[in-house]
């Protein structure tokens, strides 16, 4: 099992979170309420958790080359809920963590 998280910057973590889960609820078992979620992707896990300012993210998948495919589908979703709002994606490997710029 491979492992990456990353925190970023954004206004309204828990407006990210609702959006990105409402998006894939219908492909995927999602769960979440207003300070996380979780989507069970066909490439792996990925757990979101609200922050002060910041959204953590953090992706399992059963390999890196998965891993680094999950990290790509996340941020450009995630950037797409996101509308205007720029984000900064740094994806750190293992546990939850990450950086925040």
Same mark, same amino acid.
């Given at each position: 099992?491979?492992?990456?998280?990353?925190?970023?910057?954004?206004?309204?973590?828990?407006?990210?979170?609702?959006?990105?889960?409402?998006?894939?609820?219908?492909?995927?078992?999602?769960?979440?309420?207003?300070? #996380?979620?979780?989507? !069970?992707?066909?490439?792996?896990?990925?757990?979101?958790? /609200? %922050? *002060?300012?910041? =959204?953590?993210?953090?992706?399992?998948?059963?390999?890196?080359?998965?891993? #680094?495919?999950?990290? !790509?589908?996340?941020?450009?979703?995630?950037?797409?809920? /996101? %509308? *205007?709002?720029? =984000?900064?994606?740094?994806?750190?490997?293992?546990?939850?963590?990450?950086?925040?710029?």
């Amino acid at each position: 099992m491979s492992a990456s998280s990353a925190r970023i910057a954004t206004q309204d973590p828990p407006r990210l979170i609702r959006r990105l889960c409402k998006h894939w609820a219908h492909k995927f078992p999602v769960s979440f309420d207003e300070r #996380q979620g979780e989507i !069970q992707l066909p490439l792996g896990r990925c757990l979101l958790q /609200a %922050g *002060d300012g910041q =959204l953590q993210v953090h992706l399992q998948a059963s390999d890196a080359e998965q891993v #680094q495919r999950l990290q !790509q589908v996340v941020a450009e979703h995630l950037q797409r809920m /996101a %509308g *205007d709002e720029t =984000l900064d994606f740094v994806w750190g490997d293992g546990e939850p963590g990450g950086h925040v710029r």
